[in-house]
Protein backbone atom coordinates (compact mmCIF):
# COMPACT_ATOMS: atom_id res chain seq x y z
CA UNK A 1 0.00 0.00 0.00
CA UNK A 2 1.23 3.43 -1.04
CA UNK A 3 1.72 5.37 1.91
CA UNK A 4 3.13 9.36 2.11
CA UNK A 5 3.41 10.71 5.37
CA UNK A 6 4.10 15.00 5.67
CA UNK A 7 5.49 16.67 9.09
CA UNK A 8 6.85 19.79 9.55
CA UNK A 9 4.32 21.65 9.59
CA UNK A 10 3.76 24.61 12.50
CA UNK A 11 3.37 28.37 13.11
CA UNK A 12 5.85 30.70 11.86
CA UNK A 13 6.70 34.56 11.91
CA UNK A 14 6.26 36.26 8.26
CA UNK A 15 9.98 36.14 6.77
CA UNK A 16 10.52 32.89 8.29
CA UNK A 17 11.32 29.18 7.54
CA UNK A 18 9.88 26.06 7.45
CA UNK A 19 10.84 22.43 6.10
CA UNK A 20 8.43 20.12 5.42
CA UNK A 21 9.43 16.42 4.75
CA UNK A 22 7.26 13.82 2.56
CA UNK A 23 8.13 10.21 3.23
CA UNK A 24 6.92 7.41 1.42
CA UNK A 25 5.87 3.61 2.03
CA UNK A 26 5.25 0.68 0.69
CA UNK A 27 6.57 1.61 -3.21
CA UNK A 28 9.95 2.27 -4.85
CA UNK A 29 10.03 5.63 -3.93
CA UNK A 30 12.88 6.80 -6.37
CA UNK A 31 10.74 5.84 -9.53
CA UNK A 32 7.87 8.55 -8.64
CA UNK A 33 7.89 12.12 -8.65
CA UNK A 34 6.69 14.24 -5.80
CA UNK A 35 5.07 17.16 -5.73
CA UNK A 36 3.84 19.11 -3.14
CA UNK A 37 0.42 21.03 -3.08
CA UNK A 38 -1.56 23.25 -0.87
CA UNK A 39 -5.20 24.68 -0.22
CA UNK A 40 -6.46 27.11 2.01
CA UNK A 41 -9.37 27.76 3.80
CA UNK A 42 -12.25 28.53 0.93
CA UNK A 43 -9.47 28.30 -1.90
CA UNK A 44 -8.53 26.10 -4.61
CA UNK A 45 -5.41 23.66 -4.53
CA UNK A 46 -2.75 24.96 -5.91
CA UNK A 47 0.38 22.66 -7.18
CA UNK A 48 3.14 24.23 -4.80
CA UNK A 49 6.36 22.07 -6.50
CA UNK A 50 7.00 19.19 -8.18
CA UNK A 51 10.62 16.87 -8.47
CA UNK A 52 10.94 14.69 -10.95
CA UNK A 53 12.06 11.17 -10.52
CA UNK A 54 14.04 10.59 -13.72
CA UNK A 55 16.70 13.41 -13.23
CA UNK A 56 15.51 15.44 -10.60
CA UNK A 57 14.21 18.48 -12.23
CA UNK A 58 12.01 20.84 -10.38
CA UNK A 59 8.87 22.81 -11.37
CA UNK A 60 7.92 25.93 -8.89
CA UNK A 61 4.50 27.44 -9.02
CA UNK A 62 4.91 31.30 -9.75
CA UNK A 63 4.01 32.43 -6.40
CA UNK A 64 7.02 30.14 -4.30
CA UNK A 65 9.70 30.69 -7.03
CA UNK A 66 12.95 31.96 -5.40
CA UNK A 67 11.43 31.28 -2.04
CA UNK A 68 10.67 27.68 -1.81
CA UNK A 69 13.32 24.59 -3.01
CA UNK A 70 12.40 20.85 -3.45
CA UNK A 71 14.55 17.95 -2.68
CA UNK A 72 14.66 14.43 -2.96
CA UNK A 73 17.05 11.76 -1.09
CA UNK A 74 15.81 8.46 -2.40
CA UNK A 75 18.21 6.49 0.35
CA UNK A 76 15.95 8.10 2.75
CA UNK A 77 12.68 7.76 0.54
CA UNK A 78 12.21 11.42 1.47
CA UNK A 79 11.09 14.92 -0.38
CA UNK A 80 11.95 17.95 1.37
CA UNK A 81 10.29 21.15 0.41
CA UNK A 82 12.39 24.25 1.55
CA UNK A 83 10.38 27.35 2.60
CA UNK A 84 11.75 31.02 2.85
CA UNK A 85 10.65 34.00 3.19
CA UNK A 86 7.17 33.05 4.34
CA UNK A 87 3.96 35.15 3.50
CA UNK A 88 0.69 35.44 5.41
CA UNK A 89 -0.65 33.86 2.10
CA UNK A 90 1.70 30.83 2.00
CA UNK A 91 -0.71 29.74 4.90
CA UNK A 92 -2.37 26.38 4.26
CA UNK A 93 -2.56 22.60 4.27
CA UNK A 94 -0.06 21.15 2.58
CA UNK A 95 -0.16 17.35 0.69
CA UNK A 96 2.66 15.81 -0.74
CA UNK A 97 1.71 13.50 -3.29
CA UNK A 98 3.27 10.94 -5.96
CA UNK A 99 3.00 9.56 -9.22
CA UNK A 100 4.93 8.55 -12.41
CA UNK A 101 4.99 12.05 -13.91
CA UNK A 102 4.62 15.87 -12.30
CA UNK A 103 1.63 16.82 -12.80
CA UNK A 104 1.02 20.23 -10.99
CA UNK A 105 -2.13 21.06 -12.37
CA UNK A 106 -4.07 18.05 -12.56
CA UNK A 107 -3.03 16.65 -9.77
CA UNK A 108 -1.39 13.10 -8.94
CA UNK A 109 -2.53 9.96 -8.08
CA UNK A 110 -1.50 9.28 -4.07
CA UNK A 111 -1.59 11.63 -1.69
CA UNK A 112 -0.51 12.02 1.94
CA UNK A 113 -3.03 13.59 4.50
CA UNK A 114 -0.85 17.13 4.60
CA UNK A 115 0.71 18.73 7.57
CA UNK A 116 -0.84 22.50 8.49
CA UNK A 117 1.09 25.79 8.15
CA UNK A 118 0.46 28.75 9.47
CA UNK A 119 2.23 32.21 8.68
CA UNK A 120 1.60 35.41 11.13
CA UNK A 121 1.92 38.39 9.95
Known amino acids: EVQLVESGGGLVQAGGSLRLSCVGY????????IGWFRQAPGLGREGVAC????????DYADSVKGRFTISRDNAKNTVYLEMNSLKPEDTAYYHC??????????????WGKGTPVTVSS
Open 97 to 110: AADDECYLLAGMDY
Open 51 to 58: ISSSDGST
Open 26 to 33: GFTFGDYA
